[in-house]
């Protein structure tokens, strides 16, 4: 991989890649991500959900560890049937989104592209109008109804410009999360997944739709097993491309309303 | 707090069947050391499972829609404005009734007023309203939507205001031309005030809503005008020939697209059908679109004026209802994981409980 070709004005393009095989399910990463960012708290609300209480991420919860609980009859790690059900954890994040939802849909350009390439919400100029909520093709970012203002990860921007690692990988005590520049990190995965599969592991995958009109996320994953149980959309789609059918749409109806209504009182002239 | 809305869970509390079943089993394992067969389910199963037929756990993948209520009735002002500014113009241009001229000019400017106030309460921060227009962002239907609005409020306000200062002291060119310009302008702004919503809403993340990105501005649009006639008539102004065809066309179109909702049964469109938002959608179809055509139609034919009235308040209602109707089926849609995720359509069963697997 070219390394020089994502220097952008001087500076390189991060990632983020989230290993979920390497992942043990501490929640570190959403402990530090809260205390860095000083994050409200989400409640002591239980789930029922196996040990994931915190459910989906959000306004207040940037990193999110999901906890996948394997059936007994798929068999995962040597899983015979009648044997304990294993679990599969990864944390989830803002996806950082090649072509970004919330980004383009923003009305006030609060949400905007910093020189790492992370997705970044002004929260000075954000005035809470909460399209970006419905834009984003993950359901990620979420006003907080309190503050009025939209939230998500920052990618830890503040961390990035001090030369820092963002708090969520600095913590992660196995480096399920991995930080660095993207296509560096993009052929670690690689490696990684080539490595797995010559171990046996034949169900794992790296989640990245780079075939889908989002081009491919800064926060990619490997998995193992279906992306979909992990609540990744295997499509996901931008919601800028509904735009052109869209307006053109409201062309030809704005020209009909106009020729409906010149028509409908040609025939009411000079009472 | 977070406010992630749980997936559905069967509400199942200690029947009588699994508590006999449980004492059966204490009983055979204080008798014979072992157990046999099945034993009861746990309160609240079958639990919900983290699988690639079944999602995370069915909790939701996309985010449901913050907006308050504001917004649909917004949606339902600003479309009846702008369709007005068209009438407005229309009536100015082809007819001498100068009356509905004035009339059409204030309903607009009205709604002029009332929308940026019902768009500005919805916001978070309601003091950075103006932040929408510290830029000019064509690829963000909101944004255009403030600039639009910002554009059809002043030019309705200026057409409507020269209106009465020429209604008050007499005629003047430079006011006439003030009025007749800003109304053209108001009338083309208003075109895209009464579209631009379906735009807004078309072009989302939301299924339901994306999977109606060219009916929405369609739908929208003679929503508008519906309700813009209607109020117009309910004004005085039920002896215009132009608006009462205008109002049929608006519901015959209501009716075609109701049905066009009607038919679409595929998973995407079950929010149109099904819960509360099916049963606002169907109830705003029916009311602004085969309602009042019959009763347009009807009235048309025996001259009963009355029955024109009703349509009218038909239509209204019905309008307002849609644009409720089509935001909660939004949030329905949210919630709905399966479609975002493509889940198959019929899940099997795939995990069996311990106990079965004993057996």
């Known amino acids: 991989m070219n390394q020089g070709s994502t220097q952008t004005n001087g500076h390189r393009t991060t990632a983020f890649f989230t290993d979920s095989t390497l992942c043990i399910g501490c929640k570190a990463c959403e402990v530090a991500c809260k205390e860095w960012n000083q994050i409200s708290e989400d409640g002591y609300d239980w789930s029922s959900f196996s040990y994931d209480n915190t459910m989906a991420v959000g306004h207040s919860t940037w990193r999110h560890v999901k906890f996948v609980e394997n059936p007994t009859t798929v068999g995962l790690g040597g899983n015979a049937p009648g044997q304990l059900p294993s679990w599969s954890f990864s944390s989830d994040v803002c996806k950082h989104c090649e072509e970004a939802g919330c980004l383009e849909a923003c009305p006030t350009g609060a949400i905007v592209r910093m020189e790492t390439g992370a997705v970044f919400v002004q929260p000075d100029v954000c005035n809470g109008c909460a399209y970006c909520v419905v834009s984003c093709p993950f359901g990620v970012v979420e006003k907080n109804e309190e503050d009025g203002r939209a939230f998500k990860c920052t990618f830890c921007s503040d961390r990035q410009k001090a030369g820092l690692k963002p708090a969520c990988a600095q913590a992660c005590p196995t480096e399920s999360i991995q930080f660095g520049e993207i296509n560096q990190l993009r052929q670690h995965a690689e490696d990684r997944l080539k490595d797995l599969q010559a171990k046996g592991v034949d169900d794992a995958v790296i989640y990245n739709p780079v075939d889908t009109s989002v081009k491919g996320i800064h926060a990619f994953f490997l998995l193992r097993g279906d992306p979909r149980a992990y609540n990744l959309p295997p499509q996901p789609e931008v919601p800028t491309i509904y735009q052109k059918k869209a307006w053109t749409s409201a062309a030809v109806a704005a020209g009909a309303m106009l020729g409906a209504t010149l028509l409908a009182f040609l025939g009411d002239n000079r009472r | ?359």
């Not at chain 2, 869970?9 to 008798?31: F, N």
């Not at chain 2, 579209?195 to 003679?222: C, K, Q, R």
């Open chain 2, 1 to 359: 707090m977070s406010r992630v809305p749980l997936p559905e869970m069967p509400d199942r509390v200690p029947d009588q069947h699994s508590e006999a079943r449980l004492a059966e089993i204490r009983r055979e394992a204080a008798e014979r050391g072992t157990v046999s067969g099945k034993g009861a389910l746990p309160i609240g199963a079958p639990f919900p499972k983290a699988t690639s037929e079944t999602g995370y756990y069915g909790i939701p993948m996309l985010k449901e829609p913050q907006w308050t209520k504001e917004i649909p009735v917004y949606f339902f002002v600003g479309g009846a404005a702008g369709a007005a500014a068209v009438v407005a113009s229309a009536a100015n241009l082809l007819t001498d009734n100068r009356d509905l001229v004035r009339d059409a000019r204030w309903v607009a400017a009205v709604g002029g007023m009332i929308s940026p106030a019902l768009l500005i309460s919805d916001l978070g921060v309601p003091s950075r309203f103006l932040n929408m227009l510290r830029v000019f962002k064509l690829q963000s239907p909101m944004n255009m939507g403030a600039w639009t609005l910002t554009a059809f409020s002043t030019f309705a306000g200026a057409s409507a205001f020269a209106n009465l200062v020429r209604q008050k002291f007499g005629e003047a060119l430079p006011v006439r031309l003030i009025e007749n310009s800003s109304g053209v302008l108001a009338s083309l702004t208003g075109m895209v005030l009464s579209t631009y919503t379906g735009v807004l809403i078309g072009a989302t993340a939301i299924p339901v809503w994306n999977d109606h990105a060219v009916s929405l501005p369609h739908h929208f649009a003679a929503s508008g005008v519906n309700s813009a006639v209607s109020i117009l008539e309910l004004l005085g102004h039920d002896d215009s020939r132009g608006l009462n065809l205008l109002g049929m066309a608006a519901s015959a179109f209501e009716v075609y697209e109701g049905m066009e909702l009607e038919l679409s049964r595929d998973r995407v469109n079950e929010p149109l059908h099904k819960g509360l938002s099916g049963s606002i959608v169907r109830a705003g179809g029916i009311l602004s679109g085969p309602v009042p055509l019959a009763l347009r139609v009807v009235s048309l034919i025996t001259g009963n004026m009355k029955m024109r009235r009703v349509a009218c308040w038909a239509s209204l209602v019905g309008s307002l209802l849609t644009r409720f109707g089509w935001v909660q089926a939004g949030h329905a849609s949210a919630k709905d994981h399966r479609v975002p995720l493509q889940l198959p359509e019929k899940v099997k069963e795939i995990r069996k409980s311990s106990h079965e697997l004993a057996a």
